[in-house]
């Protein structure tokens, strides 16, 4: 190679003209043999000048130029790790997220529009029309970009592939797209949430309060692209890998979930509620283990999902609690030494403070026990109870109770309810919240309040989420929050009282016995306010709040309807807690009770 | 090979006739093994360049580089052929030949398919598998076989201005409108500036071929600015990086393919700027793809390939037995140096961009298969060097 390129192999030609001796002068120096080598040293001295120039680029401007081409290529891209799952309290799956993909067309690639068109309509939501147009209107314009099928799961992609190739479509793209399922459908729904369409992030329930525990942390990828942004196979520059999501183990029992929600459909088509909740707690732990709500949804059917059916009534539907509350009342009174349950309380028909005048329902005695005051709910004996507690001791077992702030759920959108401080109490306020009203709540908190007497007097902070179960293994688990509100000896009577509601002749509860064990609650009936007319209506927010068994309670059930109406077969006024919410109540606590493996104390 | 390069040397330094007759076969030779060479880095380029965009247009990886050996083959396949054939037939059939070929660029006009803007291509056969005609790749030859077959027939007739002004014009004219009317502008330049090289090799008086050169030259500007979208190449090129995005896209990318490849490249298969950065990356610029991938190594190899068939090609004209040998030789030389020079000239950035490819290597099976089919007849022309003695009477 190299005496190719010499000097003589080259050049030989013109020095053999020399060397043969027909010599220069007779050949070299014509006028044509001159120009010939003119043109030849001219390409030569062009060709001198590109190597140059190419020299110039490659050498001297070569880091600047290389420079643009860097930054133009370079992009960083997010790794999204996997969403993590949301467990029932067993290990069961509530939301998941699986393979999924969305199917579009490069209309560029496509050799018949037509074709592709009639092969894909079936598996699209467009028509085969719509997408022949689609196609063809991509073609023209160089619009590369038509969307077929969205979030399939990977049968459907399965499916569809092969039919693409059997049909030996080019221009058929299966991107991944995560997919986020909820195996239990409607179940729990309103307290698992939702996740945004286009990025799967949590916007309801757990989904939102522990989206940043479930979305992990994304990963960096930082690589060359193409000009037309597609990442270029050879130019992966630098991987920041993504950290998985945790796994959230709620607290929600499936099996109570499911008859929580069963329940509480049936009560609502029985009286025509417009609307309801339930919760269902573990006293000794403060573990939710069912929250349900009515309306609902199936949370896999996106298009029928609206705020209004996303609503966790429990947490986020403050009401009046009525009687229910008496018991706060009647507690603390018992617990402060100011009445035992047999003190004699005077009952007149009503009794008038200030302006307002309170009554109560149904014909009472002229005077009754403490104890009675509760079974009997009396307005004007809670009331008497109360003046002789006094503001300032009734708030403070109010706030204890977890009245008027954040009972602590981890889940979002609770509201704190409303509870004023003394200063701002006026004449009636005393005796309004003493039986239940001028104060909201919600039916978590009222559940609180309830498994405080089934605690043996210590209030304990409700939970729905257990544990999070991080990626490497390791496990954080809750501990809730406690605070002793009355000695064991006042909740074991507070007990004894609550079981008289449900038990005696003249209980309101008489309802909420079962069958197979015994019960404590106390109903109630709180008449709705209407905020448009500014007056109370004829609407009530009906409840019942019980526990059982009554001597050692393993559950607490809140049942709370709103606006029942109607009347029962015996005759019984479906407005009101002991004909509308009792019922549910039992039969609720006494499937949980089963559930949880809780002998029957009941012959 | 070894044998190659000893017995010419050995030959050489006898100095008989024995080293005349093997002199011409030695330069064919080196010739052929240059443009082999070309072909493999062609190829391989190709093999780079192409790849990317076959994946993205369809399933085939390959396919653009299947056609593209294929063509290679049929273009190798005539250049065995015309340098067999006693290149004296192209002086006798150069009419015949032109008109042919004049024939084809009207019906193209008529029948052509319409690309671009641009009606170049007649295309045969089925759609699915077409085969394209570009007449422009062969009047190139036709057009330098006529003019030295005219050439050589005037003789010193050539000295009158009027023996010489006509035919040259008639003969330039006629294919330069009919490329003009496609539009065609880098056809025109690769048919009107070797023409320009082969008069000016020729005994026509300089100042004759000046004259003309120079009112060509006003014709070029004027017809570089009176289309938009020469106008445009124009602007690109004088400040390409004031319109990266625009008219100097091709050029600033390719810069920047070029500065990314730097001393020695990024390595074979490596290129970024095929990946949708640099448009025509497997045509027009591959040079700047070789250049990325081998750096200035690899690309100055390329230069100096072509500088050595400007030298070997000339050497056959020097050595041609006739004056038609001798002119068709040097306008082959001129055709494929200036074609070679006005690609890379847009790729480096010193010369606009023109549309034409990289004889040998760019994509495109007209090209090719007339760029070897003139290869073969230089092999011929300097094989009849080794024949017959050289020429005394050039008429």
Known sequence: ?????????????????????????????KRGDFRLLLVGLVFILAWGGIGYRLFDLQGNQALANAEIGFDQRIKTRSIDPPRGTIYDRDGVELAMTIDGFNIVVDPMLLDDPAHAASVLAPFSSKSYEELAAEFEKGQATGHRYAEIAMRVDTQTRDI??????????????????????YPAGSVAAQVIGLTRFDDNSGIEGLERTFNSELEGRPGRMIVEVSGRGRTIPQGEVLIEESVAGSDVVTTIDREIQFAAEQALRKAIQKTSAIAGSIVVLLPETGEVVAMASWPGVDLNARSDVSPEVLRNRAVAEVYEPGSTLKMVTIAAALEEGIVTSKTPIDTPRSVTIG??????????????????????????????IQRRLGNEKHYEYLLAFGLGQPSGIDVAGERHGTLDPTQAWTLTSGSSIAIGYAVGATALQMAAVYATIANDGVWTEPYLVSEIIKPNGDRIRTTPRTRRVLSPETAAEMRRLLHRVVETESGTGRRAMMEDYTAGGKTGTSQKFDVDSGAYSDDTIASFIGMAPFDDPRVVVVVVLDSPRGTHPDGADLSL??????????????????????????? | MTEMIVKPKRLHGVGTRAANRSAGSRRSVFLLVIVAMLLTIGLGAMLSASSVISIQSTDAQFDLFTKQVMWVGLGLAALVITSFVPYQMWRKFALPIYTLVIVGLVVTL?????????????????????????FAEFAKFATLSLLAAVLTKKGALLRDIRHFVVPVVAILGTVSLLLLAQPDFGGILLIVIPAFVMLAASRVPLRFVLALAGLGAMTMTVLA???????ERLRGFLAPFDNALGSGL??????????????????????????????????????????????????ISVVLLFALIAVVGVSIAYRAPDMYGRLLAIGIVAWLSIQALINIGGVVAVLPITGVP?????????????????????????????????AENRS
């Open chain 1, 1 to 29: 190679m190299v005496r190719f390129l010499s000097a003589t192999s080259l050049f030989g030609p013109f020095l053999a003209n020399v060397r043969d001796g027909r010599g220069m002068s007779a050949h070299i120096w």
């Open chain 1, 160 to 181: 569809v592939k092969a039919a693409v190739e059997d049909a030996g479509i080019k221009g058929v793209f299966y991107r991944d797209q995560p997919l986020r399922v």
């Open chain 1, 355 to 384: 302006e307002f005048e309170y009554e109560d329902h149904g014909r009472n005695p002229e005077w009754m026990s403490v104890e009675d005051v509760l079974s009997r709910s009396s307005n004007v004996g809670t009331i008497e």
């Open chain 1, 577 to 603: 807690g002991g004909a509308s919410a009792a019922p549910v109540f039992a039969e609720i606590a006494q499937i949980a009770l089963h559930q949880l493996g809780v002998a029957p104390d009941r012959d």
């Open chain 2, 110 to 134: 008529v029948i052509g398919d319409t690309r671009g803007g641009a009606t170049r291509w007649i295309v045969l056969g089925p759609a699915t598998n077409p085969i394209t005609i570009q």
């Open chain 2, 225 to 231: 600015v009176s289309a938009d979208y020469r106008e």
């Open chain 2, 250 to 299: 091709q050029a600033v990318q390719s810069m920047v393919a070029l500065g990314t490849g730097g001393m020695f490249g990024v390595g074979l298969g490596q290129s970024r700027a095929r990946w949708s950065w640099l448009p025509n990356a497997h045509t027009d610029f591959i040079f700047a793809i070789i250049g990325e991938e081998t750096g200035f190594a690899g690309a």
């Open chain 2, 358 to 390: 990289l004889p040998f290597i760019s994509a495109g099976g007209n090209a090719m298969l007339a760029g070897l089919a003139a290869v073969g007849v230089l092999v011929n022309i300097s094989r009849a060097s080794d024949r017959a003695p050289r």
